[in-house]
């Protein structure tokens, strides 16, 4: 099992260090979201501060990007860590893509799919020098060298996608090589829909399921005080109550018994009222949805949950004190023996 850091991306200046401490410490690798700055800046100033540390974007978001500038920045990454790098891509939301980034969103399951097949013909043109790809949203048909990245002494980047809701699921199990696992997937929603799903669509494929990574995001509470896992608890709670606000993650909440909870921070949240969307996500939300544990017994835990699940674990509260930096790290080192 490959244990992760995940991380916003964060200035240039920053992220040198961060990978080396990262490495130093005894983790696989560093996944960077894509929020207010860009994954994949933060990816090659990593693989040039810590050789050899596996490094992915979890997720970048793809319409903004034409497949082909998404191949090429995916591409010299992975020339760059010599085979390290997974290119991780997702759709975002209506709202973000249309009127963020001002692009097209419709049947956005749909055009994922062609985007990652239109992103390996990409791939596969830097190797050949021949590019002819027609899906059913994008067209690509040209490329001389001069325009070209040119083969590279690696594989093609491993190609993630994330994915919520089954046809998703399924999509990424026939043209995918991971699924990124929303941060509130609990045990009983991958059991029950993530891998059934990822399985089906390889099976349409002539795949099988272990040829596609389930990377999950696990949010810990650790602690040997009262007091430190307080703290941790209520940042999981907040945590939880922003993810678990959109609509689209409702079901995720009902099937594990907290019916009509997607609901009730909504209400608060067009409120305005952050502490109140927080209260809806009670201790048993956390006990579910959160991996609790000592110090000495996360290692246990987690591969007491995820083992035979998960390829990869992100670890969503690693960052912090460089003490408790620490500490995961050594758990990182214990789960990837």
Not at 55 to 81: M, N, Y
Not at 269 to 289: N, R, T, V, W, Y
Request: hydrophobic content about 40%; aromatic content about 10%.
């Amino acid at each position: 099992m490959h244990i992760d850091v995940m991380t916003v991306p964060q200035p240039l200046a920053q992220i040198g260090g961060l990978a080396q401490r990262t490495q130093a410490a005894g983790f696989s690798g560093l996944l960077f979201t894509e929020t207010g700055r860009t994954a994949y800046l933060d990816a090659a100033v990593a693989s040039q501060a810590a050789p050899g540390l596996e490094l992915s974007t979890g997720v970048a978001v793809a319409f903004p990007r034409s497949p082909f500038v998404t191949a090429a920045a995916a591409w010299e990454l992975q020339e760059a860590t010599g085979g390290k790098f997974r290119l991780g891509l997702g759709t975002q939301v209506r709202t973000h893509v249309v009127r963020r980034y001002g692009v097209a969103f419709e049947r956005p399951g749909p055009r994922l799919r062609d985007y990652v097949r239109a992103v390996k013909a990409c791939f596969s043109a830097f190797r050949t020098g021949t590019l002819d790809y027609h899906g059913e949203f994008y067209n690509l048909d040209f490329i001389t060298p001069q325009w070209s990245a040119g083969p590279i002494d690696a594989p093609d980047p491993k190609v993630d996608v994330a994915a919520v809701n089954p046809w998703m699921l399924r999509m990424a199990g026939e043209v995918a090589d991971g699924v990124h696992v929303h941060p509130i997937g609990e045990l009983g929603y991958l059991k029950r829909h993530v891998l059934p799903n990822i399985a089906a669509g390889a099976e349409k494929a002539g795949r099988t399921p272990s040829d596609i990574a389930v990377i999950v995001p696990v949010m810990t509470i650790v602690g040997d005080s009262d007091e430190e896992l307080h703290t941790q608890r209520e940042t999981v709670r907040a945590s939880m109550a922003f993810y678990g606000s959109t609509p689209n993650y409702a079901f995720i909440w009902d099937e594990a018994g907290f019916e009509g909870t997607t609901a009730r921070i909504r209400e608060r949240q067009k409120a305005g009222d952050l502490p109140g969307m927080a209260a809806q996500i009670s201790d048993e939300h956390i006990a579910a949805f959160a991996t609790e544990s000592t110090w000495d017994g996360l290692a246990d835990a987690l591969r007491t949950k995820y083992d035979g699940i998960a390829t990869r674990i992100a670890l969503y509260s690693a960052l912090g004190d460089e003490e408790r930096f620490r500490r995961y790290g050594e758990v990182a080192r214990t789960l990837s023996r």
